[in-house]
């Protein structure tokens, strides 16, 4: 049974930075992809940042590039997502999912595996 453990999430004045971490266990990894998704009160779940865990190919959202950087440890099982130059926009439920393709790397309903999410709230 595929499980995925989100940790690392708190709270943060902007500007500042957090390291999310996903450890999976179950999953064999493979050529799919692993991303991040967050999802604010009120708001759809959007696709962040994903890795396409085959050849480490990387996407990202435009909303994050340039300050998001996600990365693998396969020898851990275990997603990173490290955020800098937080803003208070980026507050929401972070979520990581398994099994994604790389075409339609942000679109939720492709990934078949999900965490239970950790929080990320940026204040002003």
């Known amino acids: 049974q595929v499980q995925l453990v989100e940790s690392g999430g708190g709270s943060v004045q902007a500007g500042g930075s957090l390291r999310l971490s996903c450890v999976a266990s179950?999953?064999?990894?493979?050529?799919?992809?692993m991303g991040w998704f967050r999802q604010a009160p009120g708001k759809e779940r959007e696709g962040v940042a994903a890795?396409?865990?085959?050849?480490?190919?990387?996407y990202y959202s435009d909303s994050v590039k340039g300050r998001f950087t996600i990365s693998q440890d396969k020898a851990k099982n275990t997603l990173y997502l490290q955020m800098n130059s937080l803003k208070p926009e980026d507050t929401a439920m972070y979520y990581c999912?398994?099994?994604?393709?790389?075409?339609?790397?942000?679109?939720?309903?492709?990934?078949?595996?999900w965490g239970q999410g950790t929080q990320v709230t940026v204040s002003s």
């Open positions: 999912a398994a099994g994604g393709s790389w075409i339609a790397w942000a679109r939720s309903n492709e990934y078949t595996y």
């Open positions: 179950g999953y064999t990894y493979s050529s799919y992809c």
């Open positions: 890795i396409y865990t085959g050849g480490g190919t990387t």
